[in-house]
């Protein structure tokens, strides 16, 4: 389970959003997932060619979860019903990757393990690469 703070770039939060499903870093311990060693990056594929991008270490964190429910009850369609991330806990500032919601894809189909980083579709919008909320890093020069 995971609690979080729902934080849009649009400046608008909805506290005490409770999400249950597995981690990443579950999967991989116990070697469901097995990443290539020069993996770095995750891309996220989503439903209608959405992408978004992180970095594997912030995907290993425990506060990321592959969620398939959302307030107890199974993962609502306009939630990212069957499967999204749902990234960081919002409330533990300490966490270095506590993203805006647009770095968590709903509708996930699929992760891509990279060496470097690829630009997600917000990203490639001018959306800024690491969406820290604390610093209102919402817009980005990375181009």
């Not at 389970?1 to 499903?21: A, P, Q, Y």
């Not at 020069?38 to 964190?61: D, F, S």
């Not at 968590?104 to 990279?114: V, Y």
Request: proline share 6%; hydrophobic share 35%; with cysteine.
């Amino acid at each position: 389970m995971l609690r979080s703070i729902f934080n849009c770039v649009t400046r608008r939060s909805k506290f005490d959003t409770i999400w249950e499903g597995v981690s990443l870093k579950t999967l991989v311990n116990e070697g469901i997932v097995t990443p290539k060693p020069e993996a770095r990056y995750i891309v996220q594929h989503c439903e209608q060619g959405y992408t978004t991008n992180l970095p594997l270490e912030a995907m290993m964190k425990e506060n990321v979860l592959l969620a398939t429910y959302y307030d107890d009850k199974p993962l609502p369609l306009e939630h990212g019903w069957p499967l999204r991330v749902v990234v960081g806990s919002f409330a533990d500032r300490s966490e270095s990757w506590n993203g805006y919601f647009w770095k968590g894809g709903k509708w996930l189909r699929g992760l891509e393990f990279l060496p470097k980083d690829k630009k997600g579709f917000w990203e490639k919008n001018g959306y800024h690469n690491e969406a820290d909320p604390w610093k209102e890093e919402r817009y980005s020069n990375w181009r």
